[in-house]
């Protein structure tokens, strides 16, 4: 974990700098895995900028609270910047209390 100092005049510019790369780099060479947590897509531009410095970004939402013209519009940003997006992780899922689990995709259901 890096600490965060004084919060600089453009630090938008920073992440798309060649310094912000070699520093990745230099991460990717010492570990296995390298995460950035970034504000949600679409407040500010930095999770778009980090997505295009990443192998992959996982687009992660809340179950119960996230609209979804909101994801949409998050893959529509991440596909401009060419993002590879590995997929998606939801939070705060509601379970059924009898065990069984369900979801949809595309249309249908299933238990």
């Known amino acids: 974990m890096i600490a965060v100092g004084h919060i600089p005049p453009n630090p938008t510019e920073l992440l798309g700098s060649r310094r912000f790369s070699e520093l990745l780099?230099?991460?990717?060479?010492?570990?296995?895995?390298v995460l950035v947590d970034a504000p949600p897509v679409g407040l500010v531009s930095d999770p778009a900028i980090l997505a295009t410095q990443g192998d992959g970004v996982l687009l992660i939402s809340d179950a119960q609270n996230t609209r979804k013209g909101?994801?949409?519009?998050?893959?529509?940003?991440?596909?401009?910047?060419?993002?590879?997006?590995?997929?998606?992780?939801?939070?705060?899922?509601?379970?059924?209390?009898?065990?069984?689990?369900r979801y949809r995709y595309r249309g249908y259901t299933y238990e």
């Open 25 to 33: 780099a230099s991460f990717r060479e010492e570990f296995d895995y």
């Open 70 to 101: 909101s994801v949409r519009h998050a893959m529509r940003s991440l596909e401009v910047v060419g993002a590879n997006v590995l997929g998606t992780v939801m939070n705060n899922v509601e379970t059924s209390r009898d065990g069984y689990y």
